[in-house]
C-alpha cells in the first residue's frame, strides 16, 4: 500500500486512470538502468526519480566540467569536477529521497554490459559512442531487456525503443546503425556544438517512453524512429524495420 505522503507526492499519477495507484506501485517496484548522466541522462534521470521509478541505475564514468552546464542541468557550478555518478545520485536524493540510486563509475564495454544491465527491467541510453551503444544493445538483446535509446545534433535528435525479441519485424539498434560511421562524419557537441535545450527536448521524451514501457501504456516506440527538427520546430515519426541480417538479432527466438 502507498504512505500518505506517497499518495500526496504521486496525486497526480494516481489521478490518471491509464495509471492509478497500482500504475505508481509498478514504477515504485521498477529498476532502471540510465547510462550517460550528460545532456540526455540529465532531465531523464530528474523526470524517472520524480515520478517514483524506485530503483535507478546512474552509469556515468566522467566529472561534470563547466562546458556541460549550458545544458545537463542536473548539476550546478559547485559540480565542477565531481563525479557525474556521485553527483547525480546527491541531486535525485534532494528531489525524491525515496528512491534507491545505484553508482556505476565506469565507461560501458562488451566486458561489463551483461552484468551492468542484468539486474535492471529496462535500459535507457543517452550516450555518444558508438561501441557502448553496440555493447549495450548486445546485452540488451541477450538479457531481454528493453532499449529506449536517444541521440541528439546541432539542434535535432532521435529517439526508439528496441526490443526485437518482442516481436516479428522489431529492429534491435544495430538494424538502425549496422555499422559506425567514420569518425568525419560523426556528430559530437564538443567539436560542433548543440543548442542547450534539444537536449532537454528528447531526453524528457526519453523518460516518457521509459514510463509508457514499465506502465504498458500506449503505442510503444518499438519499430519506429521518432524524429525531431529543433530548427523547424517539427516531429516525425518513420518506420523502422529489423534487418534480416543484422549480425546482432537476426537470429534470436521472437515472441
Not at 506517497?6 to 491509464?18: F, G, P, T, V
Not at 557537441?189 to 532537454?200: P, Q, S, Y
Request: hydrophobic share 45%; charged share 20%; net charge negative.
Amino acid at each position: 500500500m502507498l504512505s500518505d505522503a506517497a499518495r500526496e507526492r504521486y496525486l497526480r499519477h494516481i489521478l490518471l486512470k491509464e495509471v492509478g495507484g497500482q500504475g505508481q506501485q509498478k514504477l515504485l517496484a521498477a529498476h532502471v538502468l540510465v547510462i550517460g548522466a550528460g545532456g540526455i541522462g540529465a532531465p531523464l534521470l530528474q523526470y524517472l526519480a520524480a515520478a517514483g521509478v524506485g530503483t535507478i541505475g546512474v552509469a556515468d564514468d566522467d566529472v561534470v566540467a563547466l562546458s556541460n552546464l549550458q545544458r545537463q542541468v542536473l548539476y550546478s557550478t559547485d559540480d565542477v569536477g565531481a563525479q557525474k555518478a556521485e553527483r547525480a545520485h546527491a541531486a535525485i536524493a534532494r528531489l525524491n529521497p525515496d528512491i534507491k540510486v545505484i553508482e556505476h563509475r565506469t565507461k560501458i564495454t562488451d566486458a561489463n554490459a551483461g552484468e551492468l544491465i542484468a539486474s535492471y527491467d529496462l535500459v535507457v541510453e543517452g550516450i555518444d559512442n558508438f561501441a557502448g551503444r553496440y555493447a549495450i544493445n548486445r546485452a540488451a538483446i541477450a538479457l531481454r531487456k528493453p532499449l529506449v535509446s536517444a541521440a541528439v545534433g546541432r539542434f535535432d535528435a532521435q529517439l526508439s525503443v528496441f526490443k526485437p525479441f518482442a516481436g516479428a519485424g522489431l529492429p534491435c539498434y544495430r538494424c538502425l546503425v549496422p555499422e559506425a560511421p567514420p569518425r568525419d562524419a560523426q556528430v559530437n557537441c564538443a567539436e560542433e556544438g548543440v543548442l542547450g535545450a534539444v537536449t532537454g527536448v528528447i531526453g524528457t521524451l526519453a523518460a516518457i517512453e521509459t514510463l509508457k514501457e514499465i506502465l504498458k501504456l500506449g503505442e510503444s516506440l518499438a519499430g519506429r524512429l521518432l524524429l525531431y527538427d529543433g530548427l523547424a520546430a517539427q516531429f516525425r515519426t518513420i518506420a523502422l524495420p529489423a534487418d534480416p541480417q543484422c549480425p546482432d538479432c537476426s537470429a534470436i527466438a521472437r515472441d
